[in-house]
T-cell receptor
């Protein structure tokens, strides 16, 4: 069955380190999204992509970057992790022209 | 983007209908209403969406008022597994036919035995 996966599911890192969170979908969806979720907030959009080589900033993009070299993957990189980036990160994808976004299981990131 | 307003929390008895309201008074004519839910520690799950007609699928029904300024998500026979945060979202239209969504804080629905 087609699916969307995230790895790792849990990550502990230190302030200043570079961290990459992986997102992989097998639906061949053009659209992919990264969100973060913190207590007291809903999901906030970090970056999104509408296809290969396309990336766009969301509402909380500072300190994060993404690249889209193929349809299946949208890795999220924290160039220099900060404690404020401790959060749960969700990846999602959707098919062009369709409304439903399918979400991954999430990655819990702790920055010490 | 049209802003949505939802109650912070609601309770419902198991087996009864759960009616979750959402206000979106600034919605524009080409914006859809989406509903998602998020069960604790899981990723959000799409439920249903609509433009101006009432919609029904295997999970829920969506009732949109004639002026489109509010809507209600109906879970006809709530179960304990329906306990979740429910998000009402008005779609922001992206480039072409692609769209991104803005999630608010949602309504925590607690289904009680």
């Amino acid at each position: 069955d087609a699916e969307i996966t995230q790895s790792p599911r849990h990550k502990i890192t230190e302030t200043g380190r570079q961290v990459t969170l992986a997102c992989h979908q097998t639906w061949n969806h053009n659209n992919m999204f990264w969100y973060r979720q913190d207590l007291g907030h809903g999901l906030r959009l970090i970056h999104y992509s509408y296809g290969v080589q396309d990336t766009n900033k969301g509402e909380v993009s500072d300190g994060y970057s993404v690249s889209r070299s193929n349809t299946e993957d949208l890795p999220l990189t924290l160039e220099s992790a900060a404690s404020s980036q401790t959060s749960v990160y969700f990846c999602a994808s959707s098919e062009s022209g369709r409304n439903e976004q399918f979400f991954g299981p999430g990655t819990r990131l702790t920055v010490l | 983007d049209a802003k949505t307003t939802q109650p912070t929390s609601m309770d419902c008895a198991e087996g009864r209908a759960a009616n979750l309201p959402c206000n979106h008074s600034t919605i524009s004519g080409n914006e859809y209403v989406y509903w998602y839910r998020q069960i604790h520690s899981q990723g959000p799950q799409y439920i249903i969406h609509g433009l101006k007609n009432n919609e029904t699928n295997e999970m829920a029904s969506l009732i949109i008022t004639e002026d489109r300024k509010s809507s209600t998500l109906i879970l006809p026979h709530a179960t304990l597994r329906d306990t979740a945060v429910y998000y009402c979202i008005v779609r922001v239209k992206g480039r072409g036919s692609n769209y991104k969504l803005t999630f608010g804080k949602g309504t925590l629905l607690t289904v009680n035995p």
